[in-house]
DNA sequence: CTCCTTGCAAACTATTTGCACATGT
DNA sequence: ACATGTGCAAATAGTTTGCAAGGAG
């Protein structure tokens, strides 16, 4: 799972038959590039490349990805915003899981080991070969639990340090994507 | 987390200012009685019930799975095949994990207790409350490894096994939802 | 020079929403 | 009574696909 050059992308792609193009070979250097724990959605991804005139219809995009973690080259990861994010498959140590409270959805990022040494055992279990494991927490936040969850919270009620947070890591997203 | 009743369900909805409708009994009342195991999605549901002369309207059913997931009722559940699944939230011992092969879409199902813990730990060390926990294994099966993944693959392979267990997944979703 | 790949626009799927009417509390 | 919930149809978001033109091997 070292880096991939464009030398060993080309390799591995005409091994199956497909092709090496400036739109995969842009795709890869832009993942080779992010900052560690970041992760680009199809459409992030599209404005990022949009904004450097280096634009790939967003189609191209859809495919590509979808491509690259076929080959295992890139991870997909289902957050809870309700669409795919991507990012290098590296698998250890940069991996980590998320526990996300299902009344506010506000959502923590944390690591461990020993989740990964379970996957290892069920993969070698059924005779698999391990690329990515992700675990996801559902649970309630200390807030909601301090307003009475189950019964005594509001319907509209949200967390309020989720807001900030939310507000924050946008602004984070605008700057990444300059 | 014991079995709802309506009467139960009416007084954790009305602490919330929600009320219990026919709707949301029936709906509750199809999942207390869903074979240990099963889950249905949205239109499943929907299916399910109009085939019983109950029809409940499909935003009616999004509405209420989504309002009885965020109250810990129901479990959502992220499958592979792109859209969410819901069953009754009864924690532990009922709730698996899923193993995917990213060649060919081949599920395994498998529980394992100590995940579970490690979500307990985490959720403990941030002072959450644990609802549920999935994790999700990203690996290649034995039959794409035989094939010579990564690289000698083609485009369109799949492994043989598969057609043959999904169609087998179709006939009892269909006997299911009659 | 063949077949894969791209870009565009249109199609699609799962889900959400606005609104008028109906219904629990 | 009055706010919440329902059903319908239309809107939306994310993603996929058909097709003609372009480009890699």
């Not at 290098?88 to 461990?112: A, D, G, R, S, W």
């Amino acid at each position: 799972m070292s880096p991939y050059t464009a030398a060993s992308l080309k390799a591995e792609l005409n091994s199956r038959g497909w092709r090496l193009t400036p739109q995969r070979e842009k795709i890869l250097h832009v993942f080779q590039n992010l900052p560690r724990g970041n992760h680009l959605s199809a459409e992030e991804l599209y404005n990022l490349l949009d904004g450097r005139d280096e634009a790939i219809s967003l189609s191209t995009i859809y495919r590509s990805v979808k491509l690259m973690a076929r080959m295992g080259i890139l991870r997909e990861l289902e957050l809870a915003e309700g669409h795919k994010h991507y990012e290098l498959n590296q698998p250890y140590p940069h991996h980590h899981h998320h526990m996300v409270c299902i009344q506010c959805n506000k959502t923590i990022e944390f690591k461990n080991d020993s989740i990964l040494k379970q996957s290892l055992k069920q993969t070698e279990k059924e005779g698999f070969q391990l690329i990515d494991c992700q675990l996801t927490v559902m649970a309630i936040c200390p807030e909601a639990l301090r307003m009475g969850w189950p019964s005594a919270l509001p319907s509209n009620w949200s967390c309020t340090r989720v807001l900030s947070e939310r507000m924050q890591q946008e602004h984070l997203d605008n700057e990444e994507a300059n």
